[in-house]
């Protein structure tokens, strides 16, 4: 949800050393100076500001439509299904619309897209409200966000560049992040109180409006503070050429690869959770909110954690991946619902550092040109598992049990995470250092031609 002039130049492609095989992202001039130094921008405020309004209105729909599934079908199947529906078109389309994306002007294009949004939450609205509500109206409006996000997530992703400059980029990125766990801490309170006192229908209602606000704020910007980049011109091989400069580029395709297995097997959240909330614990909508609510807790911590580091480093990626997968493996045998629940703080922090990292990685380290196909690619393999993971999640969900599905899931993000991290340090001749540093312990990565030079001496 996050992502100048022409005189603006790209942040210069990350270089391979030795202590980071994927190279660091290049830091902002403000990078630990202070943690919410982008918002010094006005344009930037007023989006800032939209959107903790509208991703609010976003969690209670994605609450309220899992819940409403759930309730309607009994299967946790059919919940994977609705999350795969929405995240489907960025697995077909996503590409192509990162093409779109470098080619139009980001403010209007974010215009459109939040405004069709906004019209499905208030058509399943007064489906719901009416009484006329089947599953398969949830599944038609989830699949026609998801053809509106094809479009709406590069171009916001893209358009925070324009709005803060290549400098208080790192800190957008970061910052975004934080907004969106923050409206998630809000978001899942306000659907389960909505779901058990009104019903579903007002949850969607609420985020229909919300949209309201980012438009709004769209509309009072700036444009003249605005870092123009030049768009791309209409042309044959654009997206072909997209693809070229990420194959060109190992520590992308590394980051956009270990972010697809974690992003698949690992985020399967709308499914684990409800079950978890409703067949293992037997505890309603609200546990159910309130896995979400700590879940978000813990995200938002990252985000601001992030936000002050000011760094993204592949090394922070992996470790991330690997704690990550590992706390949902503890999570899924946890005996007691308020023991799964606490576990849902440290998954957030550590699942928000991995979104983090990643994001602000791929997005500093590409030319701002090809943006918008990089960025497209990165949100079609992030959001676009989904629709591959959830139903395998359901499925094993249904047939084994969500405890095995939540393990299995984390057993394959930490799987990855070490098998990358592990083949980085190899082509970088790296070896794992363990030891001592001003009375704290540290563990990093360093060079063997290091370890046989102090042998040598």
Same mark, same amino acid.
């Given at each position: 949800?996050?992502?100048?002039?022409?005189?603006?130049?790209?942040?210069?492609?990350?270089?391979?050393?030795?202590?980071?095989?994927?190279?660091?992202?290049? $830091?902002?001039?403000?990078s630990?100076?202070?943690?919410?130094?982008?918002?010094?921008s006005?344009?930037?405020?007023?989006?800032?500001?939209?959107?903790?309004?509208?991703?609010?209105?976003?969690?209670?729909?994605?609450?309220?439509?899992?819940?409403?599934?759930?309730?309607?079908?009994?299967?946790?199947?059919?919940?994977?299904?609705?999350?795969?529906?929405?995240?489907?078109?960025?697995?077909?389309?996503?590409?192509?619309?990162?093409?779109?994306?470098?080619?139009?002007?980001k403010?209007?294009?974010?215009?459109?897209?939040?405004?069709?949004?906004?019209?499905?939450?208030?058509?399943?609205?007064?489906?719901t409200l009416?009484?006329?509500?089947?599953?398969?109206?949830?599944?038609?409006?989830?699949?026609?966000?998801?053809?509106?996000?094809?479009?709406?997530?590069?171009?916001?992703?893209?358009?925070?560049?324009?709005m803060?400059?290549?400098?208080?980029?790192q800190?957008?990125?970061s910052?975004?992040?934080?907004?969106?766990?923050?409206a998630?801490?809000?978001?899942?309170?306000?659907?389960?109180?909505?779901?058990?006192?009104?019903?579903?229908?007002?949850?969607?209602?609420?985020?229909?409006?919300?949209?309201v606000?980012?438009?709004?704020?769209?509309?009072?910007?700036?444009?003249?503070?605005?870092?123009?980049?030049?768009?791309a011109?209409?042309?044959?091989?654009?997206?072909?050429?997209?693809?070229?400069?990420?194959?060109?580029?190992?520590?992308?395709?590394w980051?956009?690869?270990?972010?697809?297995?974690?992003?698949?097997?690992?985020?399967?959240?709308?499914?684990?959770?409800?079950?978890?909330?409703?067949?293992?614990?037997?505890?309603?909508?609200?546990s159910?909110?309130?896995?979400?609510?700590?879940?978000?807790?813990?995200?938002?911590?990252?985000?601001?954690?992030?936000?002050?580091?000011?760094?993204?480093?592949?090394?922070?990626?992996?470790?991330?991946?690997?704690?990550?997968?590992?706390?949902?493996?503890?999570?899924?045998?946890? $005996?007691?619902?308020?023991?799964?629940?606490?576990l849902?703080?440290?998954?957030?922090?550590?699942g928000?550092?991995?979104?983090v990292?990643?994001?602000?990685?791929?997005?500093?380290?590409?030319?701002?040109?090809?943006r918008?196909?990089?960025m497209?690619?990165?949100?079609?393999?992030?959001?676009?598992?989904?629709?591959?993971?959830?139903?395998i999640?359901?499925?094993i969900?249904?047939?084994?049990?969500?405890?095995?599905?939540?393990?299995?899931?984390?057993?394959?993000?930490?799987?990855?995470?070490?098998?990358?991290?592990?083949?980085?340090?190899?082509?970088?001749?790296?070896?794992?250092?363990?030891?001592?540093?001003?009375?704290? $312990?540290?563990v990093g990565?360093?060079?063997?031609?290091?370890?046989?030079?102090?042998?040598?001496?």
């Open positions: 949800m996050s992502t100048g002039s022409g005189a603006d130049s790209a942040p210069a492609p990350s270089t391979s050393t030795p202590e980071d095989p994927a190279g660091p992202s290049k $830091p902002s001039k403000s630990k100076s202070s943690m919410f130094s982008s918002l010094k006005r344009n930037y405020r007023l989006f800032f500001a939209g959107q903790v309004v509208s991703n609010t209105g976003t969690w209670m729909q994605r609450i309220a439509q899992d819940w409403l599934v759930l309730s309607l079908t009994g299967s946790s199947t059919a919940v994977g299904v609705t999350t795969a529906l929405q995240f489907l078109p960025m697995l077909l389309f996503g590409l192509y619309g990162g093409v779109l994306v470098d080619r139009l002007p403010r209007p294009t974010l215009l459109v897209t939040q405004s069709a949004m906004a019209v499905t939450g208030l058509a399943l609205a007064f489906l009416s009484g006329h509500v089947q599953v398969w109206h949830v599944y038609l409006a989830a699949f026609a966000v998801g053809l509106a996000t094809v479009v709406d997530n590069p171009a916001r992703q893209t358009f925070v560049s324009e803060v400059g290549p400098d208080e980029l800190n957008a990125v910052l975004n992040s934080a907004n969106f766990q923050s998630r801490l809000i978001g899942p309170a306000v659907a389960g109180l909505m779901i058990t006192g009104v019903g579903t229908g007002w949850a969607f209602l609420a985020n229909g409006l919300s949209f606000a980012p438009i709004a704020g769209l509309l009072l910007m700036r444009t003249r503070d605005l870092h123009v980049v030049e768009r011109p209409r042309g044959k091989g654009q997206l072909r050429e997209g693809l070229h400069y990420v194959a060109g580029r190992p520590d992308l395709i980051t956009i690869v270990l972010v697809g297995f974690v992003s698949t097997f690992g985020f399967n959240f709308p499914v684990y959770l409800s079950a978890f909330a409703d067949d293992v614990f037997h505890a309603g909508a609200g159910y909110s309130l896995f979400n609510t700590l879940m978000a807790v813990g995200s938002l911590a990252g985000a601001l954690l992030a936000a002050r580091r000011g760094t993204a480093r592949m090394r922070v990626l992996v470790a991330g991946a690997v704690a990550f997968g590992t706390l949902e493996i503890v999570a899924a045998f946890a $005996p007691s619902l308020w023991l799964f629940a606490l849902m703080v440290p998954i957030g922090m550590f928000m550092t991995v979104n990292t990643a994001n602000s990685s791929v997005q500093l380290s590409t030319d701002p040109a090809m918008g196909r990089v497209s690619l990165y949100m079609m393999v992030f959001m676009g598992g989904a629709p591959l993971g959830a139903p999640a359901g499925w969900t249904d047939a084994y049990g969500v405890r095995a599905g939540l393990a299995v899931g984390g057993a394959i993000a930490a799987a990855a995470a070490v098998t990358i991290g592990l083949f980085l340090a190899r082509v970088g001749n790296l070896r794992l250092s363990v030891g001592w540093h001003h009375g704290h $312990p540290r990565l360093v060079p063997r031609e290091r370890e046989q030079l102090a042998t040598a001496a």
